[in-house]
């Protein structure tokens, strides 16, 4: 496969589940991204990841774990979510050194 | 910091017509400005992108996008739309810290 791909690409959990989000990158980027894309407003940036090291967590809650073992994977841990987490979850990748970020087709997240 | 208006929430246009999608950023000096497209149920697509030079830029899918600092705008426009083009346009800037601001987005209709 070619470009930012997400797995899975819905997922359905209840308040209670763990679920894990997979970002995978094909672009030999180093540079990763999740946002969080909810009705009616602005993507939010939530976590960015430099050549595997954490440099933006954008005041996200902990129930969202992010994990970047290799600057090709990128993951977003789930646990003890809300109703109000229900969104689309995007990853985006570039070069560290770059502006251009490419992404993925999300993940549609719906929390019960 | 810098910020993203696009001032249209929604637009409907005819196919045939031409189309143009507003977008005024608030930064101190030139960002790097892009335009991006959400078909429904997919990912964001570079439509095209500024960063310096030539003010008019073109991009894929025959869009194109004008830089005017004088106006802090970066509009976007398309000849002739097709149906293909219904869609969500986002407009988002980048201040040289590698992190996007994204606009609240533009849906666009197209009737037959």
């Known amino acids: 496969e070619t470009g930012v791909t997400q797995t899975p690409r819905h997922l359905v959990m209840g308040m209670t589940n763990k679920k894990s989000l997979k970002c995978e990158q094909h672009?030999?980027?180093?540079?990763m991204y999740w946002y969080k894309q909810s009705a009616k407003k602005p993507l939010e940036l939530m976590f960015v990841?430099?050549?595997?090291?954490?440099?933006e967590n954008n005041s996200v809650p902990s129930r969202f774990s992010p994990e970047c073992p290799n600057s090709s994977h990128l993951f977003l841990h789930l646990h003890t979510l809300q109703p109000e987490d229900s969104a689309l979850y995007l990853c985006?990748?570039?070069?560290?050194?770059?502006?251009?970020?490419?992404f993925g087709p999300g993940t549609r997240l719906l929390v019960l | 910091a810098q910020s993203v208006t696009q001032p249209d929430i929604h637009i409907t246009v005819s196919e045939g017509a031409s189309l143009e999608l507003r977008c005024n950023y608030s930064?101190?000096?030139?960002?790097?400005l892009f335009w991006y497209v959400q078909s429904p149920g997919q990912g964001l697509q570079l439509l095209l992108k500024?960063?310096?030079?030539?003010?008019l830029v073109q991009g894929i899918k025959g869009f194109e996008a004008e830089f005017k600092r004088s106006q802090s705008s970066f509009n976007l426009r398309k000849p002739s739309v097709h149906w293909s083009d219904a869609a969500e346009y986002f407009c988002?800037?980048?201040?040289?810290?590698?992190?996007?601001?994204f606009g609240a987005g533009t849906t666009v209709t197209v009737r037959a």
């Open positions: 990841y430099n050549f595997k090291e954490q440099t």
């Open positions: 500024y960063f310096s030079g030539d003010t």
């Open positions: 672009l030999g980027h180093n540079a």
């Open positions: 930064y101190g000096a030139t960002p790097y």
């Open positions: 985006a990748s570039s070069q560290a050194s770059e502006e251009t970020q490419y």
């Open positions: 988002a800037v980048a201040a040289g810290d590698y992190k996007l601001s």
